[in-house]
């Protein structure tokens, strides 16, 4: 089970990044996957999680309105879409796969390397 963040970068405030977790050596569909962000200084947080059939959702309260999950079983990508981004956006954003959806990191496993987002003007 291996799992890839990408898509971060530098944005401005107020700008919007699609990031992508793509899933090799196993099917996407047979997972649940969530994304956890970790800002510097700062303790690794939930941001949102996908059920294996893209059918069951969550957020973090902070994260709901901004942030959108979706996942593309023909890609085997899931997605998080960041609108409206902040400079307290700015982390690495990891992605990882679980049993079931799912807040506790404890849950996952096969975190990807992250990719950075840093929102600055």
């Known amino acids: 089970v291996q799992l890839q963040a990408s898509g971060g970068g530098l944005v401005q405030p107020g700008g919007s990044l699609r990031l992508s977790c793509a899933a090799s050596r196993f099917t996407v569909s047979s997972y649940a996957v969530g994304w956890f962000r970790q800002a510097p200084g700062k303790e690794r947080e939930f941001v949102a999680a996908?059920?294996?059939?893209?059918?069951?959702?969550t957020y973090a309260n902070s994260m709901k309105g901004r942030f959108t999950i979706s996942r593309d079983a023909a890609k085997n990508t899931v997605y998080l879409q960041v609108n409206s981004l902040k400079p307290e956006d700015t982390a690495v954003y990891y992605c990882?796969?679980?049993?079931?959806?799912?807040?506790?990191?404890?849950?996952?496993?096969?975190w990807g390397q992250g990719t950075l987002v840093t929102v600055s003007s």
């Open positions: 990882a796969a679980s049993a079931g959806v799912s807040n506790n990191q404890a849950n996952y496993k096969s």
């Open positions: 996908i059920n294996w059939s893209g059918s069951s959702t």
